[in-house]
């Protein structure tokens, strides 16, 4: 099952991290489904080190790199545009709240 | 040679269940009875984070129909009965779920449910009371809809789907 929980971990911090690379690349494409995917992706992690305490920001630190690399192909395919960042700050993946900057929805001049 | 139960279980349930085996042909059923222990521990926690999980969507989708009339559609009480179903599924798979346990968690679930109503306030900016739940209102109520299209019936539960 351990093994189990940290395949699950990585599988919910590859789709917050997509999500925020979303929101990165097309910030006026930012959905409420997008949002929501973050919270809920949050809460299962937590969810899952509440239960398995080895998961915690240690073994997170580890996949790190690996996971937001996974990511942001993802992220790339989805959006149909090119990532420059390098990584994601924990910060912006486990605390910030994305649902408070909402550009109207308007895709910005070029 | 004893076993590090704990530090087992975080690598693999099923070298725990391999573990007890050994010891139990051995005769050891006291070093078994705690690798059983340490198992069914984990595995009932696994069970109860599912089931936070589901209800916490759940509540979501109640809140928000509460709060926004206007988001009863069809879609959405489909939505309401398919995590009532996997819920009610959950918990007749594991009969140790009982009511009281779900009232221990539900401070919890509203909780995150209700973070998830206040992102949506925030994102659409727009401000709400947020109510309370009702059991009733979480498990059992039948909502009207605001347009329910012409010879509507209430979608049935899919475990009354499976039964016919």
């Known amino acids: ?110 | 040679m004893k076993t590090d139960w704990e530090d087992l279980i975080t690598v693999s349930d099923f070298l725990v269940m391999l573990e007890i085996k050994k010891y139990l042909d051995a005769g050891n059923y006291a070093e078994a009875k705690k690798g059983m222990d340490i198992l069914v521990d984990f595995e009932i926690k696994t069970e109860q984070y599912d089931l936070l999980a589901m209800l916490e969507q759940l509540m979501y989708e109640v809140l928000e129909a509460k709060i926004f009339p206007q988001k009863r559609t069809v879609k959405w009480w489909i939505r309401v009965r398919d995590w009532r179903d996997k819920i009610e599924i959950h918990r007749s798979d594991n009969p140790y779920l009982e009511d009281d346990f779900v009232q221990s968690i539900w401070d919890e679930a509203y909780q995150r449910a209700v973070e998830y109503v206040e992102g949506g306030l925030r994102f659409f900016k727009r401000t709400a009371v947020i109510p309370n739940l009702e059991w009733e209102e979480v498990f059992t109520k039948e909502y009207k809809f605001r347009y329910p299209p012409k010879n509507f019936n209430h979608p049935k539960s899919t475990r009354d789907h499976v039964k016919s």
């Open chain 1, 1 to 110: 099952m351990s093994k189990a929980n940290q395949r699950a971990t990585e599988s919910h911090l590859e789709i917050l991290m997509m999500h925020i690379i979303k929101i990165l690349i097309q910030p006026y494409k930012k959905t409420m489904s997008w949002i929501n995917s973050i919270r809920n992706a949050r809460n299962r992690i937590i969810d899952i080190q509440q239960k398995n305490p080895s998961l915690n920001k240690n073994f997170l630190s580890k996949i790190w790199d690996m996971v937001f690399k996974k990511a942001k192909k993802r992220a790339e395919e989805e959006t149909g545009e090119k990532c420059d960042l390098e990584t994601l700050d924990w910060k912006d993946v486990f605390d910030k709240n994305w649902d408070e900057e909402n550009p109207d929805g308007e895709k910005p001049k070029k």
